[in-house]
């Protein structure tokens, strides 16, 4: 079974520049997270969607962080304008939705940094 | 909200010995409780975990404990070995079936010393 894919794995930008990741979870599965993880930190919910609609996005800077799930599959993230304390791995993970514990299996990650 | 404690930051250990890695969290409606390993850059991998109806499980060198009175769970890896070596989170989750809101701890780096 294939994992998460994330695309890029890296991405260096000038502070105030706009970056957006894409992230497909693995088949089948309906919830969709993602993370940040600053350096040295545990990772911390940005945003959750259970098919297209979104569950919980109470930690999203909306201000500047953006996120869609169109078609119930793939996702992208974006963050316009991006500021220096935006550097960290932005993480993606899956998730069926099988009773009331489900695992969340994570992708690679995007390691952003901001200049 | 939830916040979730870890500790040691960072422990090492010598291949062969056991290594505790300890947590507490906050909220009382915590009801589910997974262990990630994070090898260097990759994501977080679950390991174990444990429910809140349960006090103990072990998966052959690996075991968790979870004491709901006081809010501690500890993972326990025993007869270590150098691919042990990564960063271990905790972590502490409620909800049911689609919504699951999960804290992560603030990791804890193992290095096992062959």
């Known amino acids: 079974e294939a994992g998460v894919a994330q695309s890029p794995r890296y991405k260096i930008i000038e502070k105030r520049q706009s970056v957006a990741f894409w992230c497909n979870p693995i088949?089948?599965?309906?919830?969709l997270y993602w993370y940040q993880q600053i350096l040295g930190q545990g990772p911390k919910l940005l945003i959750q969607?259970?098919?297209?609609?979104?569950?919980?996005d109470s930690q999203l800077p909306k201000d500047r962080f953006s996120a869609e799930r169109l078609k119930g599959v793939d996702s992208t993230l974006k963050i316009q304008p991006a500021k220096l304390e935006d550097s960290a791995v932005y993480l993606c993970?899956?998730?069926?939705?099988?009773?009331?514990?489900?695992?969340?299996?994570f992708g690679p990650g995007t390691r952003l940094t901001v200049l | 909200g939830e916040n979730v404690e870890q500790h040691p930051s960072t422990l090492s250990v010598q291949e062969g010995d056991s290594a505790v890695i300890k947590c507490t969290y906050s909220?009382?409606?915590?009801?589910?409780f997974p262990w990630y390993k994070q090898e260097l850059g990759k994501g977080p991998q679950l390991i174990i975990d444990?429910?809140?109806?349960?006090g103990e499980k072990k998966d052959q060198r690996i075991a968790v404990t979870l004491n709901k009175t006081a809010k501690h769970f500890s993972l326990h890896i025993t007869e270590t070995q150098p691919e042990d070596s990564a960063v271990y989170f905790c972590?502490?989750?409620f909800g049911s079936g689609g919504y699951q809101k999960v804290t992560f701890g603030t990791g804890t780096k193992l290095q096992v010393i062959p």
């Open positions: 993970a899956s998730s069926l939705d099988r009773g009331m514990y489900n695992e969340q299996f």
């Open positions: 088949s089948g599965h309906a919830t």
């Open positions: 969607f259970q098919n297209n609609g979104v569950v919980d």
């Open positions: 909220d009382s409606a915590s009801n589910y």
């Open positions: 444990i429910r809140s109806n349960v």
């Open positions: 972590a502490a989750s």
